[in-house]
């Protein structure tokens, strides 16, 4: 490789270039240097040797003096966040095409390491998440560049000569528990407008006024600033089950806030307080995305509590004996009453317990603890044979349940706090 002196005279000799394009041929050989002074040093160096001034080019042939626009760009990120709160940050660039094409085309021409050298966007990048960052720390804003886990994401697209902001959601964890049945977990859209809006849903686009997600979010889009949410469970329970004991894991996502810095306890009581009867959610930490994923393919153990009907009289015994013969694995094809909206897949469960009382000839409570994801209606039931064993086809008569509750939810859940 060329001495550092002989190839920015190579190059200074030939090109028309700006002293950030030409430092930047050099950005990671290790000095004090900023990239524009390395190369305003070495142009200043070559004009002491050739005798000539060592004035910077009116346009310069790789960037097209884009860095002079480092200033404005800076302003306008400023100006498109204020009165959003965040605390990291980070600066991406498109840069245009034609630069790119004209920087690769420059190493290669002067074979130039590419191990040294910073691309325009790397190098853009930094000044303007630097201008940006000091301008905000003098107002008494606390930021600092994040590369891992950035609050608000600046997106500079020189080539249309258009700013995107990405403000990274807000990741709340906790438990709920419903305490009334005809509740869903999640916003259904209205069947008969798919969520435009109808007589039939009262122009509201859901098919049920109220679900556990609005009622625990809705506190806290009001105290973020936000108006968007969404609702991430461990499972759900059906629309007409409750779920009770310690509550069923959850993370509520609040996308685009204004405000970070919430109090999670003040919130806590005005969701229980405004969803009282219905809903209460407890345990809220703040968490990171990944807790989304984690927590959804989590593997989970689930108790239930189930009241039974049935077609003919039965005893104790009868109905103690037959329930023994369910534990094990247990083979379902998807419900019939899920067909419209999930695969027709045959799945293996394992059910670890299960026992009963009756509390008339024809009606029994059944409790009973299985893996998640087990139809307990259809394990009860038989979905026309669907599930195998099941209660029904084992007792040679109609079994189904009225009442469902769900006791508990735990399992392989991460370790979050």
């Not at 002079?68 to 800076?74: G, R």
């Not at 419900?335 to 799945?347: C, G, K, S």
Request: glycine share 8%; aromatic share 8%; hydrophobic share 35%.
């Amino acid at each position: 490789m060329k001495p550092l002196i002989e190839m920015a005279r190579e190059i200074l000799a030939n090109e028309v270039i700006c002293d950030h394009c030409l430092g930047r041929c050099f950005a990671k050989l290790g000095t004090a240097l900023s990239v524009e002074e390395r190369g305003r040093a070495l142009r200043v160096l070559y004009a002491m040797e050739s005798g000539k001034k060592p004035d910077s080019p009116a346009i310069c042939s790789i960037c097209n003096n884009l860095f002079e626009q480092v200033a404005e760009w800076s302003r306008l990120s400023a100006d498109r966040i204020e009165g959003v709160e965040f605390a990291k940050y980070l600066v991406g660039t498109r840069p245009p095409e034609n630069v790119v094409r004209a920087e690769q085309s420059f190493w290669s021409r002067y074979a130039i390491p590419q191990e040294q050298v910073e691309p325009f966007k790397q190098e853009f990048n930094r000044l303007v998440g630097k201008r940006f960052g000091q301008a905000q720390n003098v107002t008494g804003r606390e930021i600092a560049v994040d590369f891992n886990q950035p609050e608000v994401v600046f997106l500079i697209d020189l080539e249309r000569k258009k700013l995107e902001i990405e403000i990274h959601s807000l990741y709340i964890y906790g438990r709920y528990q419903k305490f009334v049945r005809n509740i869903p977990q999640t916003i259904w859209p209205c069947r008969k407008c798919k969520g435009k809006g109808c007589a039939h849903c009262k122009g509201t686009g859901k098919q049920y006024p109220e679900s556990v997600g609005e009622l625990i979010a809705a506190p806290v889009l009001e105290a973020a600033k936000s108006k968007e949410h969404a609702f991430h469970g461990a499972g759900r329970e059906d629309i007409d089950a409750r779920m009770l004991g310690t509550g069923r894991p959850f993370v509520l996502e609040i996308k685009s806030p204004k405000v970070r810095t919430l109090k999670l306890a003040g919130l806590k009581s005005e969701i229980n307080a405004t969803a009282s009867g219905k809903v209460e959610a407890g345990d809220l930490h703040f968490v990171s995305r990944k807790v989304v994923e984690e927590i959804k393919e989590g593997k989970a153990q689930k108790s239930y509590r189930a009241k039974v009907t049935f077609e003919k009289p039965i005893n104790s015994v009868v109905l103690n004996g037959t329930l023994a013969k369910l534990t094990g694995k247990i083979s379902q094809q998807t419900p019939e009453r899920v067909l419209h909206r999930r695969a027709n897949l045959t799945r293996w469960r394992y059910l670890f317990s299960i026992q009963g009382e009756l509390l008339s000839p024809t009606e029994a409570m059944i409790e009973l603890r299985c893996d998640g994801g087990l139809y307990v209606k259809e394990l009860i039931s038989g979905d026309g044979g669907r599930t195998d064993p099941n209660l029904a086809e084992l007792l040679g008569f109609t079994a189904k349940i009225i009442e469902l509750d769900v006791m508990d939810v735990s399992g392989d859940f991460p370790d979050l706090f």
